[in-house]
Structures are given as C-alpha cells and as structure tokens.
C-alpha cells in the first residue's frame, strides 16, 4: 500500500493544502492518507475529510540545547550568504541589544560563525541539534506514531518550522522518505536554513528551483521538483467564485465608482500602514485622485483590526475587509499560527482580487495575486532611516522583490505625492504594464493554477516509483 503523510503546520498550510483540492487528488493517487497536524483536530470540523485519518501532533516545546544549535545553523547559514541582502538583513536584526545570558549565547554563535559557517559546519551543527531530540517524550511520542501508521512517504507543507523538526528526525530514524515544499517566494533567499535534511523539495519555479540548489549545494537537481504553488488554486476553484453584484452588496462598494484596495500588512512590518491608508483617504477626499473612486482596506489575517481604530473614526467613508481567520488554539507559542481561514474568508480575497481597480500594497505576496487578475500594483515604502518611520524601503533590496521592481511590473511610492500621481496613472491607464506583470507571474509561478494539486499529487506519488 502507498500511504501519504501530509504535515499541516500552521494556518496558511491549512489555507494551502486543505482549502485547495490537494486532499481530494492526494486521495486519488495513494492507498491512504494520513494527515498530521499542528493544528488542533477541531480546526478540520468544518471540512468534509472523511477519506483521510486526521492526527493531531503533540506540540513540542525546544530544550535549550536544541535552541543553541538550532540557532547556530540558522545563523551560519544567514553568514554563508550575507552577500544576499535578505540575508543580511535578518542576519543584523537577530543581533542581540541586550546582555541576558541568551543574548550572550547569540552574541557567541554570531562571533563563531564569522569564522565557521561552511556547509559541512552546517550540517554538522544539525546533527548534533538532531541528538537531542532523542530521549525526548514528545519525540518518542511522534516516533510511537509513526511507527504505528507506517507511511510510505511524509511530506512537510512548510520548510522551515523548529518545532517540527522532532517529527522529521523521528521519520528519518525509521528511515520514511520525506519531501517538503517550500512555503513563500522569500523563504529561500532572505530567510534562515529550513528545520532539517529532507530529501526531495517542491518548489514554486524554476526560479525557485535554482536559488534552492544555489542556497543548498548538496542537494541535486532530481530532488527538486517545480510544481507551482497551491497558494493561489482558490482563484481557478469554482465553489470561491462570487459575482460582481455580490461583491458589491457584501462590502457596500458603489459600483459606479472605481475601486482602490489597500492589503495590510501584519503590525510587526506594517506600521506604516496607517500613514498610506490616511494618505488615500485624504486624497479622495480632497479630489487630488482626479478618479472618482472609494477606499477598500484589507486587514492581515494575523491580527485584529483593533489598531486602525482612530482611522475608521477619522474616515467613516472607508470600506473594511477584516479577514475572517478563525483562532482555533489559545496561549500557543505562535499563535498566529494557529489561525485559519474561513470558506467565506477565501470568498471575499478572490472578489477583491478579481473586482477592485487597483491594489496598494507594502511589498508583499498581494502584488502576485493581483498580478494574477492583471491588476495595477503600487508599492508604498514610505519609510527609511532618515525620516524616523519604519524602514519598509530595504525591502526593496530584498533579492526575491529587487526582481520585481527591476521588472516594472509594479510602481514603487516612496511618498504620498508618488502614491497620488501613480494612482492617477494605474486608474486612468490599467494596462500600462500587462506585459511586465504577465512576465513576472511566469517567472515567480512556472505552473499553471489549474491542476496544481493534482500535479503535486502526482509528483509525490511519482517519488515512490
């Protein structure tokens, strides 16, 4: 019998992997499938899954030992490629400011590492992280699991979760295969090294195909497989459509009027997302968008809307999208991680993605998804180190998003006088740049949206032929 592990681990993997038609094809193509949470079982209430076995995964919390050398690889690997300026970047903002005994523990490691960070240090570090789990409960507990399902093969919905590297080295002692995929289109060159060896990668890209064996030297081309990314299949599945007239009745948008989009960005990278918002208000308001058109903001779906409170009494006039991401686990490590997204939620981003004139954004993943619908973007990155607001404009140097503003696929707004004048021109002119946006969706996205769980089905279960 061919049995498929799937690992779930956070929210967004749910919106990815169980929202999608994953599940359904993954059924098609194994005997049996197994999946493996780190979300608790009632999370899955609302969904038909009765062709599959549901486990809930204790959650393991690291030792210290474990954090050290986990740290100790991360860093090493930021080291290796700080020529990357991703890398760079996080490798300067993980540097301690204080002197705690931790602090002093990091400070170590990032004095050692400017010495030693070669691959085979890496690896080396990891295998003793990996030692450590062994006498552990928990992964005794995952290793009583595994033993007892006995899957052919255990496939990670995300690279890079500490949390579940116990469950990966309990799968490489009984010597399962196992392949991840790999999360987000940043994950690779600005992000630290994933939680473990694995072998064989799903990737977005042939892209992302190269920066993987570029940032992984030992792995070999075999071992990647470009999929595409199930990340955007709701925009292809029929049961998300919703009509124009139903997007306008939901959100009480004036159809006669262009519609702006605002995607937030979460608190920890979006502070200046009320500066933005007040900007367009304001410039609706006083007819400098020469357009006439209203405001949509969408939240992020890793917070409340708590902390725009004075702009939507400032602006009564703007029109709200606060995710519908339902909290399924209390007093988590990360609890944002334990947030998943609603049937409905899913519903209300493709109408936007597929109704709304123009998006603004902060550099994110929402450029694509517009892009998909071949709808204008402008990036705002208003702050920088001299004028005191969040320095949001190094994201322009990151690797994954220098591509995207060298491609001119969407237009950068350093100030509210660039956000007004490049509003003015993506509402009176919306196709300027269809050709660099279709350019830029084929080089993040090599795949076509349709049948991209079946592909990826297919893929897995090609992996054990």
């Given amino acids: 019998m061919k049995k498929l592990g799937i690992v779930i681990t956070d929210g967004v993997g749910f919106r990815n992997f169980i929202m999608s038609d994953f599940i359904p094809e993954a059924t098609k193509q194994f005997d049996s499938v197994i999946l493996y949470?780190?979300?608790?079982?009632?999370?899955?209430?609302?969904?038909?899954?009765?062709?599959?076995?549901?486990?809930?995964?204790?959650?393991?919390?690291?030792?210290?030992?474990?954090?050290?050398?986990?740290?100790?690889?991360?860093?090493?690997?930021?080291?290796?490629?700080?020529?990357?300026?991703g890398m760079k970047d996080n490798l300067k903002i993980g540097y301690p400011k204080n002197n705690s005994a931790r602090a002093l523990l990091v400070k170590l490691?990032?004095?050692?590492?400017?010495?030693?960070?070669?691959?085979?240090?890496?690896?080396?570090?990891?295998?003793?992280?990996?030692?450590?789990?062994?006498?552990?409960?928990?992964?005794?507990s995952y290793l009583r699991l595994l033993e007892e399902d006995k899957p052919s093969h255990l496939f990670f919905t995300h690279q890079r979760p500490p949390f579940?590297?116990?469950?990966?080295?309990?799968?490489?002692?009984?010597?399962?295969?196992?392949?991840?995929?790999?999360?987000?289109?940043?994950?690779?060159?600005?992000?630290?090294?994933?939680?473990?060896?694995?072998?064989?990668?799903?990737?977005w890209s042939r892209l992302m195909q190269s920066e993987l064996l570029h940032f992984y030297p030992n792995v070999s081309i075999e071992k990647v497989k470009v999929v595409g990314t199930p990340q955007f299949e709701p925009y292809v599945m029929p049961k998300y459509e919703t009509t124009s007239a139903e997007f306008y009745t939901k959100f009480s948008l004036d159809a006669n009027l262009k519609t702006i989009c605002y995607s937030c960005a979460d608190v920890s990278i979006g502070s200046n997302d009320p500066i933005v918002i007040t900007a367009i208000a304001k410039g609706l308001r006083n007819n400098d968008i020469k357009t006439k058109a209203q405001l949509i903001v969408r939240t992020s779906p890793a917070e409340d809307d708590s902390r725009f409170k004075s702009i939507r009494e400032e602006f009564p006039e703007i029109f709200w999208n606060v995710p519908k991401w339902i909290l399924t686990r209390e007093n988590h490590a990360e609890s944002w991680s334990q947030r998943i997204p609603s049937e409905e939620d899913i519903k209300d981003l493709r109408s936007l993605l597929e109704y709304v004139d123009l998006n603004v954004?902060?550099?994110?993943?929402?450029?694509?998804?517009?892009?998909?619908?071949?709808?204008?973007?402008?990036?705002?990155?208003?702050?920088?180190?001299?004028?005191?607001?969040?320095d949001d404009q190094r994201f322009l140097n990151f690797d994954h998003y220098k591509k995207v503003v060298d491609s001119q696929s969407v237009t950068i707004a350093k100030n509210e006088w660039e956000l007004i004048?490049?509003?003015?021109?993506?509402?009176a002119n919306p196709i300027e740049r269809i050709i660099q946006r279709k350019s830029m969706i084929d080089l993040q996205v090599s795949e076509s949206l349709e049948g991209t769980s079946k592909r990826i089905a297919l893929t897995l279960k090609n992996i054990l032929e």
């Fill in 164 to 203: 579940l590297a116990p469950f990966l080295y309990a799968a490489q002692q009984l010597k399962i295969p196992t392949s991840t995929f790999i999360f987000s289109w940043d994950n690779l060159a600005s992000k630290g090294r994933m939680l473990g060896t694995f072998d064989y990668f799903l990737v």
């Fill in 361 to 390: 954004n902060m550099c994110s993943t929402m450029s694509l998804d517009f892009m998909l619908f071949d709808k204008p973007v402008i990036n705002t990155v208003f702050g920088n180190p001299e004028n005191g607001l969040y």
């Fill in 37 to 85: 949470s780190g979300l608790p079982i009632h999370a899955y209430d609302a969904i038909s899954q009765s062709n599959i076995t549901i486990k809930e995964l204790d959650v393991y919390i690291e030792s210290k030992p474990v954090w050290f050398f986990r740290k100790w690889k991360e860093v090493a690997h930021l080291r290796k490629y700080k020529s990357f300026y």
């Fill in 421 to 427: 004048d490049q509003i003015n021109i993506a509402l």
């Fill in 109 to 140: 490691i990032y004095f050692v590492t400017r010495f030693v960070h070669s691959d085979n240090s890496i690896l080396w570090i990891e295998k003793l992280q990996f030692l450590f789990f062994s006498k552990n409960k928990i992964t005794q």
